[in-house]
């Protein structure tokens, strides 16, 4: 994106162009500016690494996770239902699959919790719907704002619990 690119023309057709606008005003803005950090030190070298990714990630899971699936049954069966006249209706895990990604993104803007940690809720209860063989017992809107609701009070639930025992 140097002064005389022509960025403009080649990406005019492009979604991507109001966001090299964006940069390029932010730029503008900036122009002139020292830079708030001026130092050459890294936080992380990647000389003292110790850890691979997959331990790395492991340890974040098991930060981030939740001890036991089988509290959620109670909840789980409050909104799904696992009776013989909803047998021939969607599987609770389907349902939740299907309706991950907006789940996720309202229960992390309601409770500011990360993303990540409400996708591990998710899977345990996905997991668990699947092994309670939960139905969708009615309108889809309404069941999804339950399932929503209740995750969103469980994730509130965990927030709190983590954040009480970590010292501060």
Known sequence: MGPRARWRRQYADWPALQKLEYVDELMDALRGQRPPVNTRVRVWPISKLDMTLREYYAEKRAFYAVDYPSTYDHELCRVFSNAPRHANRELAARFITRNAKEIRALVARWTGESEFTIDQ???????????????????????????????????????????ESIPL
């Open 121 to 163: 809720l998710l899977q345990d209860m996905i997991a668990r719907s699947r092994r309670l063989k939960l139905r969708v017992p009615g309108g889809e809107g309404q069941v999804l704002l339950d399932f929503a609701g209740m995750l969103a009070v469980r994730s509130v639930h965990f927030l709190y619990r983590r954040r």
